[in-house]
């Protein structure tokens, strides 16, 4: 028999999760309103979407997007979800199901695009090429993509599901490396610009562990298994080092990504990070670039003949 | 108890009863990266796992594709 002595902070009822950093254990229903709450503190904050605005989820099928795709609808933001399909063998097919399942349940509308029949390559193919971690591929891809398809399809802004785990472990990587660049670009709200739709990230405030009790809550199946690419990378060990701290010392990571945002990164986006490069539009696609093709479609000239054998 | 773990998917048989926090500590996996399932029901820490209970370990990190680049 299974027994549960934690009570939720707010009601007193039986608890079903226990939040070290907030000190604090939640009900069901209570831990539902805390999401809520934490996702319209995000979007207030950073004024990341404004009524009547058209937002496009990046929609993986894992956890974190169904969770913000869900969360936003609970908070009356309407969005439609965008897949990326991959190419990652019963991986991707898998993960695609899980998205469709959400969508039809919930009756929202999910676009798909597909690497391999839109753009002729997949991420083991692009990885081939390169002889590079495929996580590098696959980021540059989806980042492409969702960009590229929010301004074609009149979206306003583009939400993903990048949580507190996620910005902290990013941030840890780009202070080991003291990346300045990328430290001054870190941010849950990146404003729309000449070729970019707007980006945000409205899970920031709450923990990965937090997204997946959502989902197991809120019966939203969700892609469990980690993608078979991704195992052993650096990003993954900058997570477990976190977690460790955090074990040790909670709300270790709220207050290491939290004081970034609140004291640092403004003054590294002042300019202080280094010149500003210049941007024009890629030949081939159009996406602003630095250099001659832009990154996505020099990555798809490589792939191609590699996915084709 | 039956205990199923993911990344790679295995089960576990360990007796019972004890409590999740204790199960953990025995796993050597740490609280904040997973979450314990009975059934289909979360619980918490500090919960009493009896010895024919059907126990879940389900990780909660992933990812990894966007690692540190903003654009």
């Not at chain 2, 790679?8 to 500590?25: K, S």
Request: glycine share 8%.
């Amino acid at each position: 028999m299974t027994r549960v002595p934690m009570k939720c902070r707010v009601c007193r009822e039986p608890a079903v999760i226990d939040l070290r950093r907030h000190n604090a254990n939640f009900c069901r229903e209570h831990f539902v309103a805390h999401c809520e709450e934490q996702v319209r503190r995000a979007i207030k904050h950073f004024r990341m979407i404004a009524p009547g605005e058209r937002v496009l989820v990046a929609v993986s099928g894992g956890k974190d997007s169904l969770a913000l795709w869900d969360l936003l609808g609970r908070i009356d933001i309407p969005a439609d979800g965008l897949y990326v399909g991959l190419g990652i063998d019963e991986y991707s097919d898998e993960s695609h199901r899980y998205a469709g399942a959400y969508a039809e349940a919930r009756g929202r509308t999910l676009h798909v695009v597909d690497l391999a029949t839109d753009h002729g390559f997949t991420i083991p193919g692009a990885a081939a090429a390169t002889r590079r971690a495929p996580c590098g591929a696959c980021g540059l891809s989806k980042r492409h993509v969702f960009n590229q398809f929010a301004l074609d399809h009149g979206y306003d802004v583009v939400a993903t599901g990048h949580n507190l785990d996620d910005e902290a472990a990013v941030l840890l990587g780009n202070v080991l490396h003291w990346d300045l660049d990328y430290l001054a670009r870190q941010h849950p709200a990146l404003p729309a610009a000449p070729g970019f739709a707007r980006k945000v990230k409205p899970l920031y405030r709450l923990g990965e562990r937090e997204m997946a009790a959502y989902c197991v809550l809120e019966r939203i199946d969700y892609q469990v298994e980690e993608c078979p690419m991704a195992a052993g990378n650096r990003h993954l060990g900058y997570k477990e080092t976190l977690n460790e701290l955090e074990h040790r010392s909670p709300g270790s990571k709220a207050a290491f990504l939290f004081g970034f945002l609140e004291r640092a990164h403004d003054q590294l986006a002042r300019g202080d990070a280094g010149p500003e490069v210049e941007l024009h539009p890629c030949p081939s696609c159009g996406a602003p670039t630095p250099g001659e093709l832009c990154a996505f479609c020099r990555l798809r000239e490589r792939a191609i003949p590699v996915t084709a054998s | 108890m039956k205990v199923l773990l993911r990344n790679p998917r295995r089960e576990l048989e360990i007796p019972g009863p004890t409590t999740v926090h204790a199960l953990l500590a025995r796993l050597e996996l740490n609280p904040e990266s997973v979450l314990v399932i009975v059934g289909d029901e979360l619980v918490t820490n500090d919960a009493r796992l009896a010895d024919d209970a059907d126990i879940e370990i389900r990780p909660v990190i992933s990812g990894g594709a966007d690692a540190g680049v903003p654009r």
